[in-house]
C-alpha cells in the first residue's frame, strides 16, 4: 500500500522517540513511510521531501527534530499538508529548546505541535491518524474502539491500588 503518512526526523538518534509515532501507525495499520532528512545537513533533500510529498500521496507529515529543531517548520513552508512537529528531548536542555523551536511558528505557517518526547511521538501518530479519518470510516472505528479499550483500561486499574 503507498504511504499515506510521512515519518521525518532530523537524525536517527531520534528514531527512539519516532519509533512510537510509527508504533501506532502499525497498531492502526496505517501505511506511512520512515526516513531521515536533516533540516541542517540535508537542506535540499528536507526541501525535495516537502515539495514532492503531496504529489506521491501523503496525505499527512510528522516532522520530530531536538534542539535547534527548524525540520517541522521549514517542511511546513514548504507544502500544505498538515505538518505535525515533535520535540525530542535533547540531552542540553532537556526538550524545552526543541519544543520552543516547533512551537513558535509565525502566522501563516501552522506545524501542530505535540508534547515533548515518547507523549508527543505517540499523540502524533494517533493525530495524523484521526486526519485521516476524517474521509476514512474503518480507520474512524478503529479509533473509536482504542479510545473504549484505553477507558476500559483506566477503569479496571482502580483494582490496581492495593
Ligand atoms: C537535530 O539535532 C536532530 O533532530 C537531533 O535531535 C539533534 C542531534 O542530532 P545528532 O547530532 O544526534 O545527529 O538536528
Known sequence: MNPKIGVIMGSSSDWETMKHACDILDELQVPYEKKVVS???????????????????IQVIIAGAGGAAHLPGM???????PV?????QSRALNGLDSLL??????????????????????????????????????????????????????????????
Open 84 to 88: 505535525i512537529g515533535v520535540p525530542v
Open 39 to 57: 533540516a541542517h545537513r540535508t537542506p535540499d533533500l528536507m526541501f525535495e521531501y516537502a515539495e514532492a510529498a503531496r504529489g506521491r500521496g
Open 75 to 81: 517542511v511546513a513552508a514548504k507544502t500544505t499538508l
Open 101 to 162: 523551536s516547533i512551537v513558535q511558528m509565525p502566522g501563516g505557517v501552522p506545524v501542530a505541535t505535540v508534547a515533548i518526547g515518547k507523549a508527543g511521538a505517540t499523540n502524533a501518530g494517533l493525530l495524523a491518524a484521526q486526519i485521516l479519518s476524517i474521509t476514512d470510516a474503518e480507520l474512524a472505528n478503529i479509533l473509536d474502539a482504542r479510545r473504549e479499550m484505553t477507558k476500559q483500561q483506566v477503569l479496571e486499574s482502580t483494582g490496581d491500588l492495593v
